[in-house]
């Protein structure tokens, strides 16, 4: 019988199965990405501001990828994720901060619980756990120190994280300036309506968006054409067609 590193039966197979819900944690991402105060790492290598919406996709299929891979070669592939940060830290000299890999490991969990919630229903008790437990011991394996051991440790770290590891740089404004000039204008206020429903109230000072989304309004219409098989037309409207292959396979549920 097949070993799988997340249990078929789990959340967060489920948060990770629909394509609209990691386009949300994909949205939460770019605007965390381009505030944290270790994001010179990522333009160290040219690799995000040449194509910051790849450069975000790969870190979103690295945890799909993880999620839904039987246990071998998820272990495999957050090795590969280890040997690639490596190469990076060898080149520049010196490392990557711990406190920057829990960012991103923190920024995975809280955006598949708020991405879930505004889409479909309010999570669990258990259900967050689960979803925090997934992701820490990917952390673990990754060898990141100072991880919390449980749910309630974590929000605690979150938050404190939240107020000292992000702040406004030239790196935020030109990141910005990337992601409108790869999504063109439409798509990209479609982006900044979807960080300002889900940031965190930290990331919503930090980058002056309004308290509300008019896509509070917008998401229950899009619900109803799901119903009536219409969300595909939607799809084709707002995504970029260069992308449109890796938001394709974003949608599939592996077995």
């Known amino acids: 019988m097949k070993t799988y590193f997340v249990n078929k ?4 197979r489920e948060i990770w199965g629909k394509a609209d819900t990691v386009l949300f944690i994909f949205a939460g991402a770019a605007a965390e990405f381009a505030l944290n105060k ?6 160290f290598t040219g690799k995000l501001p ?4 790849g450069r975000l996709f790969s870190t979103v299929n690295y945890a799909k990828v993880i999620v839904f891979a039987e246990e071998e070669a998820a272990v495999q592939a957050i090795q590969q994720m280890n040997h690639i940060h490596g190469k990076v830290e060898k080149k520049r000299g010196f490392k990557i901060p711990d406190w920057a890999y829990r960012d991103v490991l923190f920024m995975l969990i809280d955006y598949s ?4 919630e505004k889409l479909e229903r309010k999570l669990t008790s258990e259900e967050k756990k689960e979803a925090f437990e997934v992701f820490n011991r990917v ?14 440790g974590w929000e605690e770290q979150r938050a404190l994280q939240l107020q000292e590891n992000f702040a406004y740089s030239n790196y935020t404004e030109d990141l910005f300036i990337q992601y409108k000039k790869h999504l063109g204008l439409f798509r990209y206020q479609l982006v900044l309506e979807a960080q300002t429903l889900l940031a965190p109230a930290t990331i919503k000072k930090l980058l002056n968006f309004r308290k509300h989304s008019v896509l509070k309004l917008v998401i229950p219409i899009y619900k109803l054409s799901q119903m009536v098989k219409a969300d595909a037309f939607f799809k084709e409207l707002i995504l970029p067609n260069t992308y449109k292959t890796e938001i394709k396979a974003l949608d599939r549920y592996p077995n």
């Open 139 to 152: 952390g673990k394996l990754m060898k990141i120190p100072g991880l919390p051991n449980s749910f309630e």
């Open 38 to 43: 270790a994001v010179d790492w990522l333009y």
């Open 113 to 116: 619980i708020r991405a879930y």
């Open 9 to 12: 039966d789990s959340i967060v």
């Open 50 to 53: 040449a194509d910051p919406l």
